[in-house]
């Protein structure tokens, strides 16, 4: 158990954003909730986010994911940390202190680094990474024994600390007691005029403390966020990791990388997902699902065995063994039963569709309740809108309705009504009735002179 302090102030001026940098998102989630959350996996008990530039949009955003400390003006990192004293104070054991810019940043290696502290005994871990290009980064100094000295920035560097390639993650554990001591003999002696939480280490060493580095294996998982390039390279890593997780877990992918995934979306085993696909946040899809190419499903439930082929399905559930596509539009609010045909260029609308009906092509079905067994011809469309209200309309179990009808709503079709094609309905038609709403064709015999004037 641990507390953990998000530092998530800072404006982020090379986002070139009205969106405060900490926003910005990686497959689906904000960059800051991704290390909220992986605190908490990692067993944080509380955690505490330290929020300044546009601290308002920031939690609204994240609401009660975390706990907040306000920083009104960036005076530095350990400025940052200092906000956030009544959490250090309330925290116990132990603070471990993250950069909300930093989303692969995973619970294990947190544990990890939490379990090292602990082990060694030290009142401060920086958590490290080896890098082959340490530029930006802070740079370790350690003794000629190994023991870490202290932290130099890149701009208080002198020529030989710039060859270290050992940095600083910006990621640490401290003992509480320690943290709050070093917080209060911070000075801002640099060339930034800020206070480094960076200092804090060398101020524990001086007092007798012991202190330490926990070095990351895998170096992508310090890697911070300050433009759109990194944002892009931090979210091929997420997707790689996500994308990886689902194939472990049982699902097909043939081109992985072309596939985006958010976060929070489920799979179940022996599903395929084929290339182009987007699959957001909040959508689960069973087993045995063919997810085919250029689909994009948003907070879709998607039950075992269905085929989607290049289709749109949002905030809906599609029940098992039905088909969907290609080119079906399927928008919020839906519920589509078993072994239904869903085909092209079908689009539905906030309506409910009962097991085993057939809407085959070129069809639109809007705030309407479908029942059992319907078969729809092609280009029937619900009349749902006069231009001010929408209407519900309902359509019985096993009702066969002919090409090219229009049912004006509010309309009600009886079970097993049948509709002629071409009919456009406006009246509620009986269980078993056949309705036939079109104009009468007339063939005309017609003179020769008509023809001949005619074909002049
Ligand atoms: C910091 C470290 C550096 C490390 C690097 C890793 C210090 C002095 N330097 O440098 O050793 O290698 O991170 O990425 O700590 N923040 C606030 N309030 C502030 C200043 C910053 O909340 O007053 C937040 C930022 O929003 C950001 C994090 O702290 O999330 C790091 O700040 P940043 O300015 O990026 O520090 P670096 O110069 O990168
Ligand atoms: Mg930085």
Redesign the pocket.
């Known amino acids: 158990m641990f507390t953990s302090i998000i530092?998530?102030?800072?404006m982020?001026t090379r986002m070139k954003s009205e969106i405060p940098?900490?926003l910005h998102r990686v497959c689906g989630k904000p960059l800051c909730r991704w290390v909220i959350d992986e605190s908490k996996k990692a067993g944080a008990d509380t955690v505490a986010a330290?929020v300044?530039h546009k601290a308002e949009l920031v939690k609204d955003e994240l609401g009660d994911a975390c706990g907040y400390a306000v920083?009104a003006e960036?005076?530095?990192?350990?400025?940052?940390v200092m906000q956030a004293g009544e959490y250090i104070k309330n925290a116990g054991g132990y603070v471990v202190v993250l950069?909300?810019?930093?989303p692969l940043i995973t619970a294990e290696t947190i544990r990890s680094a939490v379990e090292y502290h602990k082990e060694n005994g030290n009142h401060a871990t920086v958590l490290t990474a080896v890098l082959p290009d340490a530029s930006?980064?802070?740079r370790i100094v350690r003794d000629s024994s190994g023991s870490v000295m202290k932290?130099v920035?890149q701009k208080d560097a002198n020529d030989e600390e710039k060859l270290i390639k050992e940095?600083?993650?910006?990621m640490y554990v401290f003992d509480a007691e320690s943290l709050l001591y070093a917080l209060g003999e911070l000075k801002p002696n640099n060339a930034q005029g800020?206070y480094?939480?960076?200092d804090t280490l060398e101020i524990l060493l001086a007092a007798g403390k012991k202190v330490g580095a926990y070095i990351i294996g895998d170096s992508d998982e310090?890697r911070?966020i300050?433009d759109r390039v990194q944002l892009s390279e931090a979210e091929a890593i997420m997707r790689r990791r996500i994308n990886e997780y689902h194939m472990k877990n049982g699902v097909t992918m043939r081109i992985p990388d072309s596939i985006y995934i958010e976060d929070g979306v489920e799979i179940g085993s022996d599903t395929e997902i084929c290339p182009n696909v987007t699959l957001k946040s909040g959508t689960r899809i069973g087993k045995g699902c063919v997810v085919g190419t250029g689909s994009v499903l948003d907070r879709a439930v998607i039950h075992d065995n269905v085929d989607i082929l290049s289709s749109v399905i949002l905030e809906s559930e599609v029940d098992s063994d039905t088909h969907v596509g290609p080119f079906a539009y399927i928008r919020p609010n839906c519920r589509v039963g078993k072994d239904v045909k869903v085909g092209d260029f079908v689009e539905l609308k906030n309506s409910t569709i009962d097991d085993d009906t057939k809407i085959s092509h070129l069809t639109y079905i809007g705030d309407t309740d479908v029942g059992k067994g319907v078969n729809f011809g092609c280009g029937t469309v619900t009349v749902n809108y006069d231009g001010k209200k929408k209407y519900r309309s309902t359509i019985g179990d096993h009702a066969f309705i002919g090409c090219n009808t229009n049912l004006v709503s509010p309309v009600n079709i009886g079970d097993g009504a049948y509709i002629a094609a071409g009919s456009t309905i406006t009246e509620d038609i009986p269980e078993n009735y056949l309705s036939i709403a079109r104009a009468r064709q007339v063939n005309k015999h017609v003179s020769d002179e008509w023809l001949a004037k005619r074909r002049k």
Not at 99 to 102: A, E, K, W
């Open positions: 530092l998530a102030a800072g982020g940098k900490v330290v300044g920083q960036q005076k530095g990192t350990g400025h940052a950069n909300g810019d930093t930006g980064y802070g932290i920035e940095v600083n993650s910006g800020e480094y939480l960076t310090i911070g300050n």
